[in-house]
């Protein structure tokens, strides 16, 4: 197994307090994290500092070869999501090839067939000249996700990426989310509330607690943990 | 009218007034157009208000203390901008309370020091604006200007895209959305001063706002909004200045009154638009 992410003892603080301290773990390519967490836990943190916008107070991320931090394709959460914004959803898409375009001005043809694929793969291809603000939230989120598999060469970090989608759509985008792991072996981190089906299609969780230790360990050895229980006990 | 006309058509008017104030009219109507997109779509509309108003405080300190009122209200106006938008940006104190607060001020003083002065003729100028007495500089500051806009809008297009739709992930693919903000805020600023000479530092925000909603009636695409908010800002800009020639208005007014025209159009054909798709 290859290594594609490893974060070494990292130590981040948001407005002055500490919210994440010597939290260490390792992904190798292929596999699926879901990171659980109250609110405040520092997980929005954390994906700041995974995707290199945000400075650490201590410790590494290490990335595995040739993968840079803007190579990870990112779905941020989207409470801000403006629905009156005019744009097509191929616009939306081909936003994800930025990052892989460097300093060129504009886009090559391979990069709009990337954006093609990205939107077959995940059945939104005859919405690509739709204008975003018409789409369902699920067909939103499905663009989000074909932008960031744009960006993607190897790692997918969705944050939150059912929350306020009805249960046939979250159904759905969960079904999406676990054939990219199993199917095209994208590595996955996923920030989710959703502990249920977290570990249902997670092989690694990681639980931040406000507290300082946190876990992490396959969802088998969580929910023996004591830690689990809290939160699995609030789901049920 | 039969005399304006005929006064239109002497080529002394032509190229001594009526010429600059199409080139330095046109230059800043795509500029704020333009700009105006992504002020709008990231919800900074006020802005545009807001620095003109300190833009009208800083240059009534210019003229009463006698100085070029470029060389004051640019940068005063620049470093405002830079302000607002941190303001906007962090949450301590929110952006349009802060443009409020900032603006009201700065028109407070400016009319006290010029009142106290005396100067509330001259003052009066940039309330309402001049584009028949733009000078050569101002022209070629916004020839100028416009030039950078329009590169900007070409070169960085796909970012500017980006930085706009959603800031997070533009700074996720390795955008630094901090350095463009900042570009924003400068052109942004500069704009504002030289079309409050122009339009008047009471309906320069509307050369901003009103483009982009119009155009945001009837395109779906980002591309389309852009294009067309340029173009029915310059359009609207010809119609009105034409009016306010013909008829004796007051041109700032008029191009303001065209572009809500423009949008009223707009939106009626939308609803046309709408109408025939869903039978």
């Known amino acids: 197994m290859k290594k594609i992410l490893e974060c070494d003892k990292i130590a981040a603080s948001y407005d002055g307090t500490k919210v994440l301290s010597s939290l260490s773990f390792t992904l190798n390519e292929g596999n699926f994290l879901c990171i659980l967490g109250e609110n405040g836990s520092g997980k929005s943190t954390l994906i700041k500092c995974l995707l290199g916008i945000k400075e650490l107070d201590s410790g ?19 409470t801000t999501l403006q629905n009156n914004f005019p744009a097509t959803v191929m616009e939306v898409v081909l936003s994800g090839c930025l990052g892989r375009r460097g300093l060129r001005p ?18 939104i291809a005859d919405l690509a000249k739709r204008s975003c603000r018409e789409l369902s939230g699920g067909q939103q989120q499905r663009m989000f996700l074909a932008r960031a598999l744009c ?14 989608l009805d249960p046939a759509a979250q159904a759905e985008m969960y079904g999406l989310i676990t054939e990219l792991n199993k199917k095209d072996g994208m590595t996955v981190i996923m ?11 997670a092989d690694r969780i990681l639980c931040l607690c406000s507290c300082d230790h946190s876990f992490f360990g396959t969802p088998e050895e969580y929910v023996g943990s004591h830690i689990s229980s809290k939160f699995i006990g609030e789901q049920k | 009218m039969n005399e304006n006309i005929r006064l239109m058509f002497t080529p002394e ?21 333009l700009l105006g997109v992504t002020l709008v779509l990231k919800k900074y509309s006020m802005i545009g208000d807001g620095l003109s108003h300190i833009g009208y405080g800083a240059l009534s300190v210019a003229a009463v203390m006698n100085l070029a009122p470029l060389k004051v209200a640019l940068p005063v106006v620049i470093i405002a901008a830079f302000i607002l938008l941190r303001l906007s940006e962090s949450s301590k104190l929110s952006g349009d309370s802060a443009i409020a607060f900032f603006s009201t001020t700065a028109l407070a003083v400016g009319i006290l020091v ?6 509330t003729n001259d003052v009066s100028h940039y309330m309402f604006g001049s584009i028949l007495a733009m000078s050569k500089s101002d022209v070629i500051l916004s020839v100028v200007l416009a030039v950078i806009v329009i590169l900007a809008f070409i070169l960085l ?16 693919t390795g955008v630094n ?6 570009v924003f805020a400068v052109l942004t600023a500069v704009t504002v001063v030289l079309g409050m000479m122009m339009m008047g530092s009471l309906l320069i925000s509307s050369l901003i706002v009103i483009p982009t909603l119009t155009a945001m009636r009837l395109c779906s695409s980002f591309k389309g909004v852009v294009l067309v908010s340029g173009a029915v800002s310059v359009a609207s800009f010809l119609i009105g200045i034409m009016i306010s020639l013909l008829f004796n208005t007051a041109p700032g007014a008029s191009i303001v009154i065209v572009n809500t025209a423009f949008f009223l159009l707009f939106s009626m054909l939308e609803r046309v638009v709408r109408r025939s798709g869903r039978s």
């Open chain 2, 114 to 119: 010029s009142s106290k002065a005396g100067l």
């Open chain 1, 106 to 123: 504009f886009y090559s043809a391979e990069e709009k067939k990337l954006a093609r694929q990205a939107m077959e793969r995940l059945g």
């Open chain 1, 60 to 78: 590494r991320i290490i990335m595995g070869e040739g993968l840079r931090q803007r190579d990870i394709g990112y779905l941020p959460q989207h």
């Open chain 1, 151 to 164: 960006a993607a060469k190897k790692l997918l970090l969705l944050d939150e990426p059912v929350t306020g």
């Open chain 2, 177 to 182: 959305s901090g350095i463009y903000n900042m």
């Open chain 1, 191 to 201: 920030v989710s509330h959703d502990v249920v089906n977290s570990l249902e299609c």
């Open chain 2, 13 to 33: 008017f032509f190229r001594a007034i009526l010429l600059p104030a199409l080139i330095g009219g046109i230059a800043i109507t795509i500029c704020s157009s």
């Open chain 2, 157 to 172: 297009y796909d970012r500017i895209f980006s930085v706009t739709f959603d800031e997070s992930f533009a700074r996720a």
